[in-house]
Protein backbone atom coordinates (compact mmCIF):
# COMPACT_ATOMS: atom_id res chain seq x y z
CA UNK A 1 0.00 0.00 0.00
CA UNK A 2 0.83 3.46 -0.75
CA UNK A 3 1.78 5.63 2.10
CA UNK A 4 1.71 9.28 2.30
CA UNK A 5 4.62 11.53 3.24
CA UNK A 6 7.13 8.55 2.12
CA UNK A 7 8.43 7.76 -1.21
CA UNK A 8 6.58 4.94 -2.90
CA UNK A 9 7.58 2.95 -5.96
CA UNK A 10 4.03 3.19 -7.98
CA UNK A 11 2.82 1.78 -11.33
CA UNK A 12 1.95 4.42 -14.03
CA UNK A 13 -1.49 3.67 -15.07
CA UNK A 14 -2.00 5.59 -17.96
CA UNK A 15 -1.11 9.01 -19.31
CA UNK A 16 -3.14 12.09 -20.03
CA UNK A 17 -1.98 15.90 -20.46
CA UNK A 18 -1.71 16.76 -16.78
CA UNK A 19 0.60 13.88 -16.40
CA UNK A 20 0.87 10.20 -15.82
CA UNK A 21 -1.80 9.15 -12.86
CA UNK A 22 -0.53 5.77 -10.73
CA UNK A 23 -1.54 3.16 -9.18
CA UNK A 24 -1.64 3.86 -5.38
CA UNK A 25 -3.96 1.14 -4.14
CA UNK A 26 -6.60 2.10 -1.13
CA UNK A 27 -5.47 5.48 -1.94
CA UNK A 28 -6.84 5.56 -5.71
CA UNK A 29 -5.04 6.88 -8.78
CA UNK A 30 -2.55 9.78 -8.08
CA UNK A 31 -1.13 11.98 -10.89
CA UNK A 32 2.59 12.93 -11.23
CA UNK A 33 2.00 15.74 -13.04
CA UNK A 34 3.46 16.54 -16.47
CA UNK A 35 6.76 18.34 -15.33
CA UNK A 36 7.68 15.49 -13.33
CA UNK A 37 7.07 12.74 -15.65
CA UNK A 38 8.39 12.21 -19.53
CA UNK A 39 5.95 11.39 -22.18
CA UNK A 40 7.84 7.88 -22.99
CA UNK A 41 6.89 6.25 -20.07
CA UNK A 42 4.49 4.00 -20.86
CA UNK A 43 1.79 2.09 -18.76
CA UNK A 44 3.38 -0.25 -16.05
CA UNK A 45 6.60 1.38 -15.52
CA UNK A 46 7.39 1.55 -12.37
CA UNK A 47 8.50 5.56 -10.98
CA UNK A 48 9.90 6.24 -7.21
CA UNK A 49 7.73 9.14 -5.91
CA UNK A 50 7.04 10.90 -2.87
CA UNK A 51 3.20 11.05 -1.87
CA UNK A 52 1.40 14.59 -0.59
CA UNK A 53 -1.17 17.12 -0.63
CA UNK A 54 -1.34 19.53 -2.83
CA UNK A 55 -2.47 23.61 -2.17
CA UNK A 56 -6.25 21.91 -3.01
CA UNK A 57 -6.03 19.32 -0.50
CA UNK A 58 -5.73 16.80 -3.48
CA UNK A 59 -2.96 13.63 -3.00
CA UNK A 60 -0.10 14.61 -5.82
CA UNK A 61 2.93 12.67 -6.94
CA UNK A 62 6.57 14.16 -7.10
CA UNK A 63 9.69 12.74 -8.09
CA UNK A 64 11.28 15.49 -6.01
CA UNK A 65 12.37 14.55 -2.18
CA UNK A 66 11.26 17.11 0.88
CA UNK A 67 14.25 17.68 3.23
CA UNK A 68 12.51 15.47 5.85
CA UNK A 69 9.63 12.76 5.03
CA UNK A 70 7.02 11.71 7.81
CA UNK A 71 8.94 10.46 11.07
CA UNK A 72 12.30 12.55 9.87
CA UNK A 73 13.48 15.74 11.73
CA UNK A 74 14.95 18.53 9.89
CA UNK A 75 16.09 22.65 10.49
CA UNK A 76 14.23 24.60 8.02
CA UNK A 77 13.72 28.11 7.68
CA UNK A 78 10.19 29.73 8.04
CA UNK A 79 8.43 31.64 5.19
CA UNK A 80 5.67 33.55 6.42
CA UNK A 81 3.93 33.23 9.54
CA UNK A 82 0.54 34.26 11.22
CA UNK A 83 -1.04 33.96 14.73
CA UNK A 84 -4.38 31.97 13.28
CA UNK A 85 -3.11 29.27 11.44
CA UNK A 86 0.27 28.73 12.10
CA UNK A 87 3.96 29.12 9.99
CA UNK A 88 4.82 28.16 6.39
CA UNK A 89 8.15 26.21 6.45
CA UNK A 90 10.13 25.62 3.10
CA UNK A 91 10.97 22.01 3.18
CA UNK A 92 12.44 21.93 -0.50
CA UNK A 93 8.74 21.44 -1.88
CA UNK A 94 6.48 23.51 -4.12
CA UNK A 95 4.02 23.52 -1.57
CA UNK A 96 5.71 24.89 1.63
CA UNK A 97 5.28 22.84 4.92
CA UNK A 98 2.73 24.04 7.66
CA UNK A 99 4.20 24.29 11.17
CA UNK A 100 0.51 24.49 12.90
CA UNK A 101 0.05 27.15 15.83
CA UNK A 102 -1.04 24.40 18.10
CA UNK A 103 2.42 22.73 17.60
CA UNK A 104 4.57 25.29 17.99
CA UNK A 105 6.29 25.21 21.81
CA UNK A 106 7.32 28.78 21.43
CA UNK A 107 5.95 30.96 18.54
CA UNK A 108 8.16 31.17 15.32
CA UNK A 109 8.50 34.62 13.20
CA UNK A 110 9.17 34.79 9.47
CA UNK A 111 13.11 34.71 8.68
CA UNK A 112 13.79 32.33 11.40
CA UNK A 113 15.06 28.94 11.20
CA UNK A 114 13.19 25.89 13.81
CA UNK A 115 14.48 22.28 14.14
CA UNK A 116 10.79 20.22 13.39
CA UNK A 117 9.58 16.91 13.50
CA UNK A 118 7.54 15.89 10.04
CA UNK A 119 4.32 13.82 10.89
CA UNK A 120 1.23 12.56 8.97
CA UNK A 121 -1.89 14.58 11.32
CA UNK A 122 -4.28 11.51 11.64
CA UNK A 123 -7.35 13.19 11.42
CA UNK A 124 -6.95 15.77 8.22
CA UNK A 125 -4.18 13.42 6.24
CA UNK A 126 -2.06 16.15 5.86
CA UNK A 127 1.50 16.64 6.27
CA UNK A 128 2.70 19.13 9.36
CA UNK A 129 5.86 20.29 10.71
CA UNK A 130 6.13 20.15 14.97
CA UNK A 131 8.48 21.49 17.05
CA UNK A 132 6.98 19.07 19.82
CA UNK A 133 10.02 16.88 19.14
CA UNK A 134 9.34 14.23 22.24
CA UNK A 135 5.99 13.26 19.99
CA UNK A 136 7.87 11.62 17.37
CA UNK A 137 10.98 10.33 19.09
CA UNK A 138 11.26 6.89 19.14
CA UNK A 139 10.83 5.61 22.82
CA UNK A 140 11.87 2.06 21.98
CA UNK A 141 15.32 1.19 23.85
CA UNK A 142 17.86 1.21 21.54
CA UNK A 143 20.44 -1.13 20.02
CA UNK A 144 23.23 0.80 19.51
CA UNK A 145 27.09 -0.12 20.46
CA UNK A 146 29.52 1.79 22.68
CA UNK A 147 31.52 3.12 20.25
CA UNK A 148 29.11 3.09 17.71
CA UNK A 149 29.31 5.93 15.16
CA UNK A 150 25.83 8.13 14.75
CA UNK A 151 24.12 10.72 12.65
CA UNK A 152 23.62 13.59 15.02
CA UNK A 153 20.68 16.59 14.56
CA UNK A 154 21.58 19.20 17.08
CA UNK A 155 18.10 20.46 18.75
CA UNK A 156 18.92 22.69 21.45
CA UNK A 157 20.61 23.31 24.57
CA UNK A 158 20.23 22.23 27.84
CA UNK A 159 22.50 23.70 31.17
CA UNK A 160 24.64 20.12 30.89
CA UNK A 161 24.75 20.05 26.99
CA UNK A 162 23.53 19.80 23.42
CA UNK A 163 20.06 17.57 22.84
CA UNK A 164 20.72 16.14 19.78
CA UNK A 165 18.56 13.60 17.77
CA UNK A 166 20.48 10.62 17.15
CA UNK A 167 19.80 8.85 13.69
CA UNK A 168 16.53 10.27 13.01
CA UNK A 169 15.08 8.61 16.43
CA UNK A 170 16.12 8.65 19.77
CA UNK A 171 17.16 11.61 22.21
CA UNK A 172 20.84 12.07 23.03
CA UNK A 173 23.08 14.27 24.77
CA UNK A 174 26.35 16.19 23.99
CA UNK A 175 27.90 16.88 27.67
CA UNK A 176 29.01 20.20 27.50
CA UNK A 177 31.73 19.59 29.76
CA UNK A 178 33.55 17.80 26.83
CA UNK A 179 32.25 20.57 24.00
CA UNK A 180 35.37 22.63 23.39
CA UNK A 181 32.77 24.47 21.00
CA UNK A 182 29.60 23.52 21.16
CA UNK A 183 27.64 22.29 17.49
CA UNK A 184 25.01 25.01 16.39
CA UNK A 185 21.27 23.84 16.67
CA UNK A 186 20.25 22.34 13.51
CA UNK A 187 23.69 21.23 12.58
CA UNK A 188 24.22 17.82 11.57
CA UNK A 189 27.44 16.31 12.59
CA UNK A 190 28.64 12.67 13.28
CA UNK A 191 28.80 11.96 16.85
CA UNK A 192 29.37 8.52 19.01
CA UNK A 193 27.67 6.42 21.53
CA UNK A 194 29.28 7.02 24.89
CA UNK A 195 26.69 4.89 26.98
CA UNK A 196 23.26 4.20 26.69
CA UNK A 197 20.64 4.41 29.39
CA UNK A 198 18.07 2.30 30.81
CA UNK A 199 16.02 5.11 30.01
CA UNK A 200 16.88 4.65 26.57
CA UNK A 201 18.46 8.55 26.17
CA UNK A 202 22.01 8.05 24.93
CA UNK A 203 25.25 10.16 25.94
CA UNK A 204 26.95 11.35 23.06
CA UNK A 205 30.50 12.35 22.02
CA UNK A 206 32.07 14.07 19.12
CA UNK A 207 34.77 11.62 19.13
CA UNK A 208 35.48 8.12 20.02
CA UNK A 209 36.47 7.40 23.23
CA UNK A 210 39.66 6.11 24.93
CA UNK A 211 42.57 4.62 23.39
CA UNK A 212 40.56 4.15 20.05
CA UNK A 213 39.92 7.75 19.85
CA UNK A 214 43.71 8.71 20.69
CA UNK A 215 45.25 5.73 18.09
CA UNK A 216 42.95 6.57 15.26
CA UNK A 217 43.88 10.31 15.66
CA UNK A 218 47.79 10.05 15.81
CA UNK A 219 47.65 8.11 12.71
CA UNK A 220 45.55 11.23 10.95
CA UNK A 221 47.82 13.37 12.37
CA UNK A 222 50.76 11.86 11.02
CA UNK A 223 49.28 11.80 7.81
CA UNK A 224 48.95 15.48 7.48
CA UNK A 225 52.63 16.05 8.93
CA UNK A 226 53.36 13.89 5.58
CA UNK A 227 51.27 15.62 3.49
CA UNK A 228 52.54 19.02 4.76
CA UNK A 229 56.15 18.48 4.11
CA UNK A 230 56.71 17.09 7.35
CA UNK A 231 55.32 20.23 9.92
CA UNK A 232 51.88 21.67 10.65
CA UNK A 233 50.70 24.25 12.30
CA UNK A 234 48.54 23.01 15.31
CA UNK A 235 50.11 22.26 18.53
CA UNK A 236 48.57 21.86 22.19
CA UNK A 237 48.39 25.81 22.38
CA UNK A 238 46.02 26.31 19.11
CA UNK A 239 42.32 27.36 19.50
CA UNK A 240 39.87 24.36 19.83
CA UNK A 241 38.17 26.37 16.79
CA UNK A 242 41.88 25.55 14.75
CA UNK A 243 41.67 21.96 15.93
CA UNK A 244 38.28 21.40 15.05
CA UNK A 245 38.73 22.72 11.56
CA UNK A 246 42.41 21.31 10.80
CA UNK A 247 41.11 17.64 12.31
CA UNK A 248 37.36 17.59 12.96
CA UNK A 249 38.04 16.90 17.07
CA UNK A 250 38.38 18.15 20.15
CA UNK A 251 41.26 20.38 21.75
CA UNK A 252 41.36 17.60 24.43
CA UNK A 253 41.40 14.36 22.41
CA UNK A 254 44.32 16.41 19.87
CA UNK A 255 46.27 17.07 22.85
CA UNK A 256 46.37 13.24 24.01
CA UNK A 257 47.12 12.71 20.17
CA UNK A 258 49.90 14.71 20.45
CA UNK A 259 50.85 13.59 23.86
CA UNK A 260 51.16 10.42 22.71
CA UNK A 261 52.87 10.88 19.40
CA UNK A 262 55.70 12.77 21.38
CA UNK A 263 55.98 10.16 23.62
CA UNK A 264 56.84 7.75 21.18
CA UNK A 265 59.52 10.34 19.53
CA UNK A 266 57.44 10.53 16.53
CA UNK A 267 56.96 14.65 17.05
CA UNK A 268 58.88 17.71 18.19
CA UNK A 269 57.15 20.66 19.35
CA UNK A 270 58.47 23.45 17.10
CA UNK A 271 56.48 26.26 19.39
CA UNK A 272 54.34 27.54 17.08
CA UNK A 273 53.61 23.81 15.35
CA UNK A 274 54.43 20.26 15.11
CA UNK A 275 57.74 18.56 13.05
CA UNK A 276 57.36 15.06 12.41
CA UNK A 277 60.72 12.91 13.95
CA UNK A 278 63.19 11.44 11.51
Given at each position: ???????????????????????????????????????????????????????????????E??????G??????????????????????????????????????????????????????????????N?L???????Y??G????????????????A?????????????????????G???????????E??????????????????L?????????????????????????????????????????????????????????????
Amino acid sequence: MATIGLRNTLHVVRQAPPGAYLDAGELGEILLPRRYVAHSVPPGALLDVFLYRDSEDRLVATTESPLAAVGEFAFLKVISASAGLGAFLDWGLSKDLLLPRREQTVPVHTGEWVVVGVALDPKSGRIVATTRLNRLLNRTPPSYREGQRVGLLIAGYTPLGCKAIVENAHAGLLYAAELATPPQIGERVDGYVRKVREDGKIDLGLDPAGYRRVASLTEQIIEALKAQGGRIECDDESTPEAIRAAFGTSKKAFKQALGALYRDRRIRFTQPGVELVG
